[in-house]
């Protein structure tokens, strides 16, 4: 390492490092001015260079970023790897599935923390995977040392965990081989590919369902096979409510129903025996000796429908009666080892045990509690078992004892069975052999049961079992075991055994058995089971002995115990030499006599003499005799019934089988002797396969000379070979074979053999099972054949002969082929399924091309319509024999195989079946689905089979592959491809179409550019054609709609690849054999599939991962680049033919430029301004002038990309780098050409600006901010109104409208519209696409012309407005529409609807009352917005009761990240330029129009407001400042300063402009001085009093009443400007209005600002005006002047008359005529205003109240008037002066009240206490501060019944 400060490269063990901490440069970035690398924990990086301790490198994974790093933060990747290896032991670190699982984690990494950002419900799922493989990645790397075994553990634990997790987390599939490691698809082929994608598809599958699933295309086995389960049941606990005193058993055991519906015993039981005084038992979790395993258990056994039980017996074992002390008891009697029943307990396991398609799901129940059911005093324990079946426990009063068990069901092989057993559990023997018999299994077991006896006067009987010889011995055995190779026992221990009776599993041996003794029954029921293992050698001369006792209390006394009162026995051999059949017994009983008692002894068999000569004698006894002897008698009537199941392996009880065996005794009989094979049960054949197959080939050699015995022979071997294909038989298959290798010597029997089955196979019409035999047969031919020629002609080198007769039985069975008889078509099936099998054997002795032409020869023969799914299967089974692998013989084969196959692919086959199909549904006479089933299962079958080809050929190494491929492609090709689109639906369908894309993907894969052009040369031009535009369209379909799934990468890559060659050997043909004689389809078709291919998702690189864009790129390379060269060239190879491609292949050349990849731009985009020249260069279109050599103009290239680019980049395609490329790259080119550089670079400006528009309604769309999309999409419409686009104008709008109408923007959804209508004229010509309206809510695609569509988006935009409540636009419309109905169409009907649709808008905007919705300004500032919203300011129209506060609030919820600003100040340029958002929204107000109706005066207030708020263009705000500058007086007017700033949009709101908002396009701002604020205020409030004064005289113009709001809003206004008490007295008002102005009046002000002095006089004006338009006011209220505020008014007058003497006195040279005239009045003002109020002010009171009385009003009237008189004199106290604006707005709440107060009582009240209450309160009602000011009322006054006001409501509300 170098000392100083040089980079130096990289030692080579550091060149790959590992990150061991993040590392983060944002500490060194202002201390090192050089990049910095950022990483991770885990990242691997490649260094380069070290400097003493940095290194310089890059990231491992190619993120294109490079730089500098500490040495500290990483390690060497060997360091970090943990030990190393040494040589002799297995090194983990060699696994390539250690550095998988790191690649996998940073993989998975990013996406388990989005999933953590978006709160996925996977998280901690994926988070529990990612710690486990950690874990498992840690131990394989440091703990040391892993062996084999385990490191092959946690490699399929790691393996399942990543392909889980993928899954999950949607990425791609990852396929491995057989050892665990990822393959290469370019080393496999695709046929391989696709099933290793299958089984990593089914494993994933399996791991997260419960239940397993079978593959799709591999059903057919897994239904058929039996499998064999094991039931383990353990003891865990169990309990009784007493203690026990006794010994106990336990017997745990299975029932199930047999087939008469009987509840059987079909396994024996678990025996444990006890003795404990203990109430409660647990017996140990880990000791398994307690637990039985019950094997061989098959399917149909747990049937549901036979209800499986297990049940448990409870025996006690001490003396006759329960109660006492044992131990007394037994000094007593002899009797303590009696066995006694107690009960039953039954479990039910049907509904446990879930069925699967593999057959019963596994189980397992833990500690189930079962009761026991007791039995009664002289029940049977089978009796309470048939009653416990499907019933609950009776309730007793004492608990019964319980049992705990826990149960668990596993398969066969389970290894977790084979650990219990290996615990010491019991293995509890099933009844009779399992379902399959292996060839080592070796039993020699009897089952004895004890099922009932019939006896006269004998109770209490115990029976007794025991094993003799045939001198009486007991039999004394040692056990035996068969060996399976030598055929003979071996000695399994060697200690003598004399017990060989077991009562059950995990019982000890005994030598007698002893059944359950029950009390007082003549006709005992037992059922007892016991088993007896035997030595096969000593059945001859055995029987069974059972005897029977008297048991009972006194039986010591008796001495009855010892010696049984009868006998009875049973042979285990059959006097014909056979053993005893299982079958059940009813034996004799044999009693004892007093003599024979005496003599009785153990050894003792005289009764098997005796026995069998009664016997002899019953026939001719009449029923119910005694039969004596000295010794023995017997009474007919009584029997003991037993039954027997013999499972012996070396024994048989057929008499047949015994005489084949023997054939040697018995040579003239034969025949017979092998005629009777036939009827040997199966499983005894199979016992004895060997020594049958040595007695049949015996047979056939002895008579080796003569062909008498060659017939049955050949049947008899036929009848065993076949049985040998039966399910529960097919493991002796094994056997059969280790037979013919090593025990088959008949070196002659090939020729016997042939020739009998050539002749049999002709003669013969049921050839089932002789076709069943052929495998075995042949192989039996063959190794006879081998045998010959070792022995008798080992240099023999002719085989012609032995060949001649092979081909002549294949002959015979090809003849067989062409049968139709339906005898012969099954044995067809038959030999098709056998024979197949015997082609391994029959290639070593013959030539493969003499047995190729044979398979041929039956091949061509089968018809298709026969056994169609065999014959396949019999392919696929040649293709994978030893045959095909012959290049000779393949080549003879194959063609016979494409033929077929080909057939079968057609899809007249399929339209065959659609018709039958169709017929049998209309006629109903068969289930048609079965139809598709079985077209699905052939079609199913063909692609296999062509797939098995595929593969062979893939993997073939031999020369003949090349012609294989050529023979496939000529006879395979097109019918793949044609049947791929005629494929119906459906999801079998669908497997076998995922199927064929492989077989094609493989097919066109292993074809060269050889192949494909001599497949192309033998078309002709027209089949060529149509077969190249099938193929183009069918890789667009699987582009656009692939058929596998989307997390199978590498199928996908694969598919790509394959496409891609072969698009690029078709562009070959088409430039060779279509450029001059031009097929416009063929090339469309082509450039269509070449762009699909560019913009398959599959292919897009730049969306991958890493790892994923790094491993195709090193194995494909990028594909897109590949083929957008393909299409460049074939473009410019078309010369002068492009003019036809020009426009419609403009949208498919788009998209490929809109690939998000910088290189594949700038090749691409070129092709453009080829396609503008050559429009531009090309002759005009026919019709156009002919003058004009070239169009000059590329409109039609113009036109389409501008239509197709804003669909796709509404799409989501397109960026910004693409709209600079396309400026950049097309600019420079339009820029360079002289003829294009005017035209081509404005077109380039429209595009570019297009692009721009365009991605910000894309922004803003995805965004979801409603006014932004609003904003876009109305910047777009203009755009392309601009450049006359209507179509996509119309688009625009109609989404405008449509969001206007989802956010209840009624009116600009209306005005939207008249965009539209305007463009529209009257025309009745059809309308033109270009103008028609896309779908949308009024159904305007049914109008069909001009007129139409123009009245029917009239009609819309009408009942918009109306919704509005904006009628005068709406008359505007219905104004043009009358004119068109009466100058024009003179429709009168229409015309009158129109009408009268006019006239109820007109009267609505008279008498209805509207609200108008506010205005707002917002500004943008800052770059964090929007590029059209940056730094802008907009004018927004809110809602109708929309608050500033809730405006605000909503345009913050769209920009939740922007910034409210609080001032109205604009920011600084800096942070305007800065990437922040803040947001400034204040409200501003309409200007005015003051040449609106040419400035008359006498329009209707409702008429002029709504254009005071509508079709607005000018707002104005303002804000005041309080400067001293300039001012003399300390009065706030003279420093008060306004600015206001007046804010132009281009379009009038809501109006011209159909947003809800648009930008501001002038901005002004104006200063006023404080005397040019006060004249604006003065005239404001002018303008109020004026509105208010024009509304009142329209109503007495109209002889309207006033709404109570208006009447509202007059009293305020009087009372606010006029009585002292809200103004805090008059000579506050007066200040108000002239101590306020009077730093402006004054003569000093004028001295040094006579500058103002215009503004002086105005004001001096204002104010003479606002006094005058008080008393018109004053005036008009004396008119509506109500009943109970006549002194109220008296008060306004009075005030009213004090402020116009001020005016009078003070301002005489501003005065009004009117005003002069009335100061000749002054003194009589007031009394000339109160008699100016009509006399009818009460017409709105109810009739005959008091208040209509002269004298009620008369008191009113008085009471009225000394309140306010009260009020003029009184003057406010100090205290009270001092209030704030709160607390006299609760004062006036309160004197309001008490008023009302008064006036309630004015109604109800003689006048002298009315008086006397007013008194009361003046203190405290006249106490009103200055700044008082009355609330507005709250809710309005009841309304009479003429819509007047009622009195006492106007009275509180004034």
């Known amino acids: 390492m170098s000392e100083n400060n040089e980079w130096i490269s990289s030692p080579k063990e550091e060149r790959t490092v590992v990150a061991i901490a993040n590392f983060t440069p944002k500490q060194y970035s202002e201390e090192i001015p050089v990049t910095l690398l950022s990483f991770c924990v885990g990242d691997v990086l490649h260094t380069t260079h070290r400097c003493k301790n940095w290194y310089f490198g890059q990231f491992a994974d190619s993120r294109g970023f490079s730089g500098i790093f500490p040495c500290n933060f990483v390690a060497s990747l060997k360091q970090s790897s943990g030990r190393p290896a040494s040589g002799d032991e297995y090194d983990p670190n060699d696994d390539p599935i250690v550095p998988e699982m790191a690649r996998v984690l940073r993989e998975w990494h990013p996406i388990w923390k989005q999933k953590f950002a978006r709160s996925h419900a996977s998280f901690h799922e994926i988070r529990g995977m990612m710690l486990e493989m950690l874990k498992i990645r840690r131990e394989i790397l440091f703990s040391g040392k892993v062996t084999f075994e385990r490191m092959q553990e946690l490699k399929q634990r790691s393996i399942d965990l990543i392909a889980l997790g993928n899954s999950k987390l949607g990425l791609d599939v990852i396929v491995r081989d057989a050892k665990g490691n990822s393959v290469n698809p370019e080393k496999i082929s695709a046929v391989e590919l696709f099933h290793l994608h299958e089984k990593v598809a089914v494993r994933t599958k399996t791991r997260k369902e419960t239940r397993i699933s079978i593959p799709p295309l591999a059903r057919a086995s897994a239904s058929n096979h039996i499998k064999s389960y094991k039931l383990a049941v353990k003891l865990s606990a ?47 979790d880990m000791d398994c000796s307690d637990a039985v395993v019950f094997t061989d258990i098959n399917g149909r056994d747990l049937e549901k429908e036979r209800r499986p039980h297990v049940v448990v017996f409870l025996i006690r074992i001490g003396p006759m009666d329960a109660g006492g002390d044992v131990k007394k008891r037994s000094a007593m009697t002899h009797n303590s080892d009696l066995r006694r029943p107690i009960g039953v307990a039954v479990k039910d396991i049907s509904e446990i045990i879930v069925p699967t398609p593999e057959g019963c799901r596994n189980f397992y129940l833990e500690d189930v509690i079962v009761p026991f059911i007791l039995c009664g005093e002289r029940e049977c324990l089978y009796d309470t078992l048939l009653k416990s079946f499907g019933s609950k426990p009776p309730i007793s009063k004492e608990k019964n004892p319980e049992v705990s068990l826990s149960m668990r069901l596993f398969d066969h092989a389970a290894e977790e069975s084979m650990a219990l057993q290996e615990r010491s559990a019991h293995e509890g023997r099933k009844f009779g052999f399992p379902e399959v018999v292996l060839p080592e299994y070796f039993r020699s077991d009897i089952f004895v049961t004890i099922i009932s006896a019939e006896l006269a006067k004998t109770k209490n009987v115990e029976v007794n079992v025991s094993v003799h010889d045939d001198e009486g011995n007991r039999i004394e055995v040692r056990i035996f ?57 000593l059945f001859a001369k055995t029987h069974l002995r059972f005897t029977m006792r008297h048991r009972s209390r006194t039986e010591a006394k008796e001495k009855i115990a010892d010696v049984p009162f009868s006998v009875s026995y049973l042979p285990l051999v059959e006097p014909k030499s056979t053993i005893l059949r299982d079958d059940r017994y009813d034996l004799t009983v044999i009693r004892l006599t007093s003599a024979g008692e005496k003599n009785w002894h153990d050894r003792d068999i005289s009764y098997t003499d005796e026995a069998q000569g009664m016997f002899n004698l019953r026939s001719s006894i009449s029923e119910g005799m005694k039969l004596t002897t000295k010794k023995y008698t017997v009474n007919l009537k009584e029997v003991l019934r037993v039954s027997t199941i013999i499972c012996s392996t070396k024994l048989t009880y ?62 008899a071997l036929v009848h065993v070979i076949s049985k040998m294909n039966e399910v529960q038989y097919e493991h002796f298959k094994s056997v059969m074979n280790s037979y013919i290798e090593e025990s088959f010597h008949a070196t002659l029997a090939h020729r016997k053999l042939l020739r009998m089955l050539n002749i049999v196979i002709k003669k013969r019409s049921e050839l089932q099972n002789v076709m069943k035999a052929t495998y075995f047969m042949f192989k039996f031919i063959v190794k006879s054949r081998n045998l010959y020629v070792e022995c008798l002609m080992p240099d023999a080198s002719s085989n012609d002969e032995f060949e001649e007769e092979v081909v002549e039985v294949y002959r015979s069975m090809a003849d067989l082929m ?119 299962e052939e079609m199913e079958l063909t692609v296999k089979l062509l797939g098995d080809i595929l593969q062979f050929l893939w993997q073939s190494k031999d020369q003949g592959v090349e012609a294989d491929v050529h023979l496939l492609a000529d006879e395979l090709l097109m019918p793949v491809v044609k049947l791929i689109f005629g494929l119906p639906s459906g999801d079998r369908f669908q497997q076998i179409m995922e199927f064929l894309v492989v077989i094609l993907t493989s097919l066109l894969r292993q074809m060269s550019t050889h192949h494909f052009k001599c497949f192309f040369d033998k078309m002709n031009e027209k089949v060529l054609q149509e077969f190249l535009i099938e193929l183009l369209n069918l890789f667009v379909n699987l582009i656009t709609n692939p058929v596998f799934p989307k997390q199978w990468g590498d199928m996908m890559i694969l598919r790509s690849s394959v496409i891609l060659k072969t698009v690029k050997c078709i562009g070959a043909t088409m430039k060779e054999q279509f450029l001059q004689n031009m097929v416009v389809q063929l090339w469309e078709n082509y450039f269509k599939c070449a762009v699909q291919f560019i913009t398959d998702p599959a292919l897009q690189l730049e969306t991958f991962n890493p790892t994923k864009r790094n491993k195709i790129v090193s194995r494909y390379k990028d594909m897109r680049k590949s083929m957008a060269d393909e299409v460049r060239t074939m473009w410019l190879s078309l010369e002068m033919q492009k003019i036809r491609f020009i426009p419609r292949i403009v949208k498919d050349f788009l998209e490929m430029t809109l690939v998000p990849d910088p290189e594949l731009r700038r090749e691409t985009l070129p092709i453009f301004f080829d396609m503008m020249l050559c429009e531009f260069c ?155 309206p896309p779908k949308c809510a009024f159904d305007a695609r049914s109008c069909k012309t001009y007129e139409q569509l123009k009245f029917r988006v009239a009609h819309e935009a009408m009942s918009l407005f109306e919704e509005a409540m904006m009628w005068e636009p709406a008359i505007e419309i219905c104004k043009d529409l009358c004119k068109h109905c009466a100058e024009h169409t003179f429709n009168y009907v229409q015309l009158s609807n129109v009408l009268e649709r006019q006239a109820a808008y007109c009267k609505n905007i008279v008498q209805k009352e509207r609200f108008h919705a506010e205005y707002y300004r917002v500004a943008f500032y800052g770059r964090g917005f929007p590029a059209f919203l940056q730094n802008k300011e907009f004018i927004c129209r809110g809602s109708v009761f929309e608050k500033l506060s809730d405006f605000q609030t909503r345009i913050m919820n769209q920009f939740p990240n922007a910034e409210i600003m609080k001032k109205l100040d604009e920011p600084s340029q800096e942070k305007m330029d800065s990437p922040c958002q803040m947001i400034q929204v204040n409200q501003v107000n309409p200007v005015e129009n003051p040449n609106l109706f040419g400035g008359r005066t006498d329009i209707n207030n409702k008429i002029l407001d709504y254009y005071q708020h509508n079709e607005i263009s000018n707002f104005v705000y303002s804000r005041l400042e309080r400067n001293a500058q300039g001012a003399t007086s300390s009065n706030d007017f003279a420093r008060l300063w306004k600015e206001k700033t007046f804010l132009v949009t281009r379009k009038k709101l809501p109006g011209k402009c159909i947003t809800v908002w648009f930008p501001v396009v002038e901005k002004t701002r104006e200063l006023l001085k404080p005397i040019q604020t006060a004249e604006e205020a003065m005239k404001d409030d002018n303008r109020k009093l004026t509105a208010l004064i024009k509304l009142l005289r329209d109503h007495q113009l109209n002889r309207t009443q006033p709404s109570p709001s208006t009447m509202n809003d007059l009293n305020l206004m009087l009372t606010g400007r006029l009585d002292a008490a809200v103004m805090g007295g008059m000579k506050n008002y007066e200040e108000y209005m002239l101590i306020s102005f009077q730093a402006f009046l004054t003569a000093e002000y004028l001295e040094m600002n006579p500058e103002d002095l215009p503004n002086v006089e105005a004001l001096k004006k204002l104010i003479v005006s606002t006094v005058e338009l008080l008393g018109d006011l004053l005036r008009i209220k004396g008119q509506y002047l109500e009943e109970g505020i006549r002194g109220w008014y008296d008060r306004l007058c009075e005030c009213f008359s004090e402020l116009r003497m001020h005016v009078l006195a003070d301002y005489p040279d501003f005065l009004s005529e009117s005003m002069r005239s009335a100061a000749v009045e002054m003194g009589n003002s007031n009394v000339s205003v109160a008699q100016s109020a009509p006399e009818s002010v009460n017409t709105n009171r109810h009739s005959g109240s008091w208040m209509e009385s002269q004298s009620g009003q008369n008191i009113v009237q008085r009471a009225s008037t000394n309140v306010f008189n009260t009020l003029r004199r009184a003057k406010p106290k100090k205290s009270m002066s001092r209030m704030t604006s709160g607390d006299a707005t609760s004062h006036w709440y309160a004197v309001e009240g008490r008023n009302n107060a008064i006036r309630r009582r004015s109604s109800i009240e003689p006048e002298g206490e009315l008086l006397h209450h007013v008194n009361n309160v003046r203190a405290s009602c006249f106490e009103l501060p200055a700044n008082a000011a009355p609330p507005l009322p709250q809710k309005m006054g009841n309304r009479n019944s003429e819509g007047q006001m009622s009195s006492s409501s106007s009275s509180s509300n004034l």
Not at 259 to 269: L, S
Not at 491 to 517: H, N, T
């Open 238 to 284: 169990f309990a009784m409510s007493v203690n026990l005193k006794h010994r106990y058993q336990l017997l745990i055991t299975l029932y199930h129903r047999d087939h008469a519906a009987n509840m059987v015993q079909f396994t024996e039981p678990l025996a444990i025996e006890w003795s404990s005084r203990d109430s409660f038992l647990r017996f140990d």
């Open 481 to 537: 075991r068969c060996n399976a190779n030598t055929n003979k026992y071996v000695l399994k221990s060697s200690i003598f055994l004399q017990e060989i009776i077991y009562l059950g599993a995990g019982a000890e041996p005994i030598s007698e058995f002893r059944s359950v003794v029950y009390y007082q029954q003549e006709k005992p029921k037992w059922m007892e089971t016991m088993r007896i293992e035997l030595s096969p050698d």
């Open 654 to 715: 057929d008499i047949h089988l015994m005489s084949l065996l023997k054939w040697k005794e018995n040579l003239s009989n034969v025949k017979s002797v092998l005629r009777d094979l036939q009827r040997v049960n199966t499983a005894e054949i199979v016992k004895f396969l060997r020594d049958t197959l040595d007695a049949i080939f015996g047979i056939l050699m002895h008579f080796a000379d003569t062909v008498d015995n060659d017939e049955e022979v050949f049947d």
């Open 818 to 936: 062409k049968r139709t008889e339906p005898e012969a078509q099954v044995s067809q099936c038959f030999c098709l399924k056998h024979l197949p099998q015997a082609t391994a054997d029959l290639v070593t002795v013959i030539k493969p091309a003499t047995l190729s032409a044979c398979w041929g020869g039956i091949l061509s023969n089968v018809k298709r319509s026969q056994r169609s799914t065999q014959f396949l299967t019999t392919m696929r089974e040649i293709v994978t024999s030893p045959l095909f692998t012959s290049t000779d013989a393949r080549s003879i084969i194959l063609p016979v195989m494409c033929r077929k196959i080909a057939e079968r692919l057609t899809l007249e086959h399929e339209t065959k079946l659609k018709t039958a199909q169709k017929a049998m549904k209309l006629l109903g006479t068969e289930d048609f689905k079965t139809v598709d089933d079985g077209m699905a």
């Open 1178 to 1332: 090309s002759p005009p279109p026919p019709g156009e002038t002919e003058k004009i050599p070239i169009r000059g103009s590329f409109r039609e290239f113009h036109d389409e990309v501008i239509a197709q680019l804003d669909c796709l980049v509404e799409g989501g395609k397109g960026d910004d780098h693409y709209k600079h490329s396309f400026k950049e790259i097309l600019g420079d080119l339009c820029a360079k050409h002289q003829d294009l550089k005017k035209t081509g670079t404005a077109f380039v400006e429209t595009v570019s600006s297009l692009m721009e528009k365009l991605l910000m309604f894309r922004g803003a769309a995805s965004e979801e901010s409603v006014n932004n999309v609003m904003s876009c999409a109305e910047i777009l419409l203009e755009f392309f109104g601009e450049i006359k686009q209507w179509k996509l104008h119309l688009k625009y709008l109609y989404k405008l409208f449509d969001l206007h109408k989802a956010h209840g923007n009624q009116a600009e959804a209306a005005y939207t519209l008249l965009e539209h209508y305007r463009l529209l004229s009257w025309k009745k010509s059809l309308l033109p696409d270009v103008l028609a």
